[in-house]
């Protein structure tokens, strides 16, 4: 009895903010990515991963994960990790030293937005709303860190690594790079209209919807649009059918295998990045954006709006949402996209990790 009640307050204390892609994502496009490298690619990435000269099967996704795994243990603190106890002691120092990094994960840029801002453009109406460590920033300073000849500090290019493997997958989920704004007034909160309007989105008493984590689907704060997207979505396309269901080494596997299939095809090195890498992050998240509008990802009728934290530098507005015309069928609609966005970071993490100037 007592470990259920255990249990039960386990699930009450769960992360509200699901994690991009949460674990099976991350790890399946790292293992795609991982048939991919070059030999050479492969010993560079053993030696700062400390696996001597030889990669072993499935060490990208064992270190795709960790940047989650920190970010659990600064919310939750050690009872809910999975970090053993020199895994505790590093993550608690580096979220020490960069006390900031679940910004890490993500951008909010409105819907309508043409691309992610040019860094040389500040005057550039999106500019505002990205910031020096958001996803695409710190996917280049991981990039940065991975090609500086000898120690780096105050982090490990071991961390840099994994931080650039997850990177590269939560920047494909496009609700990690879009995010929905509304008007706050009194008339607006009880039916809240979508702002996708850049110039607009960034007025006075505009808030957002953390990339659709305060969108929900009924009076649970779990049951949100982000959440579908990182976990459902991608269970679904592994093949389990109920999503409050946890993963199985099979379910996995025939993940993985999956998106091997399909980086096999024609229509996926159409995927493949070109010209400077330090431009690819940018145009990737431009690319999300692009894919949020066009598979008609924020599609739903919107009502009770409340603003939170208030106080905050990270208010938000939340709102209960009606899936166009049910949620199943949003789910059957974005299946295939999810597929497809797994693939794209898939294909091009392999091209990232061949083309960067590693310097163990
Ligand atoms: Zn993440």
């Known amino acids: ?135 695409v920033q710190m996917l280049n300073v991981c990039i940065e860190t991975l090609e500086t000849v000898g120690e780096v500090t105050p982090w490990t290019k071991t961390q840099a690594l994994r931080w650039l493997i997850h990177l590269v997958g939560d920047v494909h989920q496009p609700l990690h790079v879009a995010t929905g704004y509304y008007r706050t007034t009194h008339q607006d909160l009880p039916n809240p209209v979508l702002i996708e309007n850049p110039h607009d989105a960034g007025r006075v008493g505009v808030l957002g919807d953390r990339g659709g984590n305060d969108l929900l689907f009924s009076d649970s704060a779990r049951d949100n649009l982000h959440a579908l997207w990182d976990s459902c979505l991608v269970k679904a396309l592994a093949g389990i059918g109920a999503c409050g269901k946890a993963p199985t080494a099979e379910d996995a596997a025939r993940l993985v295998h999956r998106i091997i299939q399909r980086m096999k095809l024609a229509s996926s090195f159409d995927y493949r990045s070109s010209g400077e890498h330090f431009s690819w992050a940018a145009h990737w998240a431009t690319d999300s954006l692009k894919t949020a509008r066009e598979s008609k990802a924020y599609a739903f009728v919107r009502r009770n709006g409340i603003v939170r934290d208030s106080h905050m530098a990270d208010a938000s507005i939340r709102m209960t949402i009606d899936a166009p015309p049910t949620k199943t069928e949003y789910s059957t609609n974005h299946e295939p996209v999810v597929e497809t966005q797994l693939t794209k970071a898939a294909v091009r993490l392999a091209d990232l990790l061949n083309h960067l100037a590693w310097k163990p």
């Open 1 to 135: 009895m007592q470990l259920f009640l255990l249990w039960i307050m386990a699930l009450l204390v769960w992360p509200h903010d699901a994690s991009a892609w949460e674990s099976l994502g991350h790890e399946a496009i790292a293992d795609a990515a991982q048939e991919h490298l070059s030999p050479e690619t492969a010993k560079s990435i053993a030696q700062i991963l400390g696996h001597g000269a030889t990669l072993p099967p499935h060490a990208l996704a064992k270190a795709s994960t960790w940047p989650d795994q920190i970010r659990d243990l600064q919310r939750h603190g050690t009872a809910a990790s999975k970090l053993d106890e020199h895994g505790v002691k590093e993550a608690q120092a580096f979220n020490a030293a960069f006390p900031d990094n679940a910004q890490w994960h993500f951008v909010n840029l409105p819907l309508g937005s043409a691309h992610y801002p040019d860094d040389a453009d500040l005057d550039d109406l999106l500019t505002p709303f990205t910031s020096p460590h958001d996803v």
